[in-house]
């Protein structure tokens, strides 16, 4: 298939493109590299550097392209409290452009990369594709909002029409001399930033709370490594059904805690990794895991790298390569 891959240069985009392309299908990368980087792009893909308001340049009724895969946006959930017009404007507005480029080139198919912020404070776990849907941050309810037109979409003009939710990657593709890593400037994220303090380049991570309702105190977490992240998108291509929105939670099922996190760190790394724990912020739930049982059983979705061990040894590779 001919396939345009928004957000291409970014960190699950540029895996997935890498997977697509392994799997013989043409790729078009489009991405602006405000957050990507052009060496992420496969050099077998064509790259388009374009915003995705203009995707309409790129998608046109006699380019031929048999699906779009959107990963393009912003996904600092803290920054989209502080800033929120800049998250509904990226990851809305332009979303909408795209999606008119989408019917006016008669793409058949559309994949997007969603969230499990959608579903904000779960009443019940691990998180079904039925649960409430209340984010609790302007990011997840942009998510929520491009899920809501997609699914009108798919309904008035019978696209075939796929999201995928999930929390964390994590990990890298590391194969044939080829590597891919996650990169963020500020860092966010729990694993980038222990492998920032076992690589010097920073002081110490802080553990916000170790007196929730968990087994050792700390927050737990839903991860999944990246690989088996943008596997699951291309088993979403195969199951796209026009005029049908389907939705799939993808997640590891039990949740790894904070403190495991570190330690299989340390554990990876040789690193001390100092830590210390700090106060609880504002808003953060106990436990986050999203249920995988319908990937599991309509995408035949079954991660295969599953274990923190495997998630950081990747990413501890990449971080030493073309980070540290």
Same mark, same amino acid.
């Given at each position: 298939?001919? !396939?345009?891959?928004?957000?291409?240069?970014?960190?699950?985009? /540029?895996?997935? /493109?890498?997977?697509?392309?392994?799997?013989?299908?043409?790729?078009?990368?489009?991405?602006? !590299?405000?957050?990507?980087? *052009?060496?992420?792009?496969?050099?077998?893909?064509?790259?388009?550097?374009?915003?995705?308001?203009?995707?309409?340049?790129?998608?046109?009724?006699?380019?031929?392209?048999?699906?779009?895969? &959107?990963?393009?946006?912003?996904?600092?959930?803290?920054?989209s409290m502080v800033k929120p017009e800049l998250y509904w404007h990226e990851n809305v507005v332009k979303s909408l452009a795209l999606l008119d480029a989408v019917r006016a080139a008669r793409v058949p198919r559309l994949i997007f990369s969603s969230t499990a912020a959608v579903y904000g404070n779960p009443v019940e776990l691990p998180i079904t594709e039925s649960a409430a849907k209340a984010p609790t941050n302007t990011y997840g309810a942009t998510k929520l909002t491009f899920d809501h037109a997609i699914t009108s979409e798919a309904y008035a003009h019978k696209l075939a029409a796929? =999201?995928? *939710?999930?929390?964390?990657?994590?990990?890298?593709?590391?194969?044939?001399?080829?590597?891919?890593?996650?990169?963020?400037?500020?860092?966010? &994220?729990?694993?980038?930033?222990?492998?920032?303090?076992?690589?010097?380049?920073?002081?110490?991570?802080?553990?916000?709370?170790?007196?929730?309702?968990?087994?050792?105190?700390?927050?737990? *977490?839903?991860?999944?490594?990246?690989?088996?992240?943008?596997?699951?998108? !291309?088993?979403? !291509?195969?199951?796209?059904?026009?005029?049908?929105? *389907?939705?799939?939670?993808?997640?590891?099922?039990?949740?790894? =805690?904070?403190?495991?996190?570190?330690?299989?760190?340390?554990?990876?790394?040789?690193?001390?990794?100092?830590?210390?724990?700090?106060?609880?912020?504002?808003?953060? #739930?106990?436990?986050?895991?999203? /249920? /995988?049982?319908?990937?599991?059983?309509?995408?035949?979705?079954? #991660?295969?790298?599953?274990?923190?061990?495997?998630?950081?040894?990747?990413?501890?590779?990449?971080?030493?390569? &073309?980070?540290?």
């Amino acid at each position: 298939m001919k !396939l345009l891959v928004t957000g291409g240069a970014g960190y699950v985009g /540029s895996v997935t /493109s890498r997977l697509l392309l392994d799997a013989g299908h043409e790729v078009v990368v489009l991405d602006n !590299l405000v957050t990507g980087f *052009r060496e992420a792009v496969a050099p077998d893909a064509t790259f388009v550097e374009k915003d995705i308001r203009d995707a309409a340049d790129v998608l046109t009724p006699e380019a031929g392209f048999d699906a779009v895969l &959107h990963f393009a946006g912003l996904i600092a959930a803290g920054e989209s409290m502080v800033k929120p017009e800049l998250y509904w404007h990226e990851n809305v507005v332009k979303s909408l452009a795209l999606l008119d480029a989408v019917r006016a080139a008669r793409v058949p198919r559309l994949i997007f990369s969603s969230t499990a912020a959608v579903y904000g404070n779960p009443v019940e776990l691990p998180i079904t594709e039925s649960a409430a849907k209340a984010p609790t941050n302007t990011y997840g309810a942009t998510k929520l909002t491009f899920d809501h037109a997609i699914t009108s979409e798919a309904y008035a003009h019978k696209l075939a029409a796929v =999201s995928l *939710r999930y929390f964390n990657v994590a990990g890298a593709y590391i194969r044939d001399g080829y590597e891919i890593g996650e990169r963020h400037d500020p860092e966010t &994220h729990l694993i980038p930033i222990a492998l920032q303090a076992a690589a010097g380049k920073r002081a110490k991570l802080q553990l916000f709370g170790d007196d929730y309702p968990t087994a050792d105190g700390t927050c737990v *977490r839903d991860y999944i490594h990246v690989e088996d992240l943008a596997r699951a998108h !291309l088993l979403a !291509l195969d199951a796209a059904t026009p005029g049908e929105h *389907r939705i799939y939670n993808l997640g590891n099922g039990n949740g790894f =805690s904070n403190k495991e996190v570190v330690e299989v760190a340390r554990e990876v790394t040789g690193a001390e990794l100092p830590a210390e724990i700090a106060p609880r912020r504002e808003g953060d #739930p106990a436990t986050l895991v999203a /249920s /995988s049982a319908k990937a599991r059983a309509e995408l035949g979705w079954v #991660p295969q790298k599953p274990t923190l061990q495997a998630m950081i040894g990747d990413a501890w590779t990449f971080y030493r390569a &073309h980070v540290a």
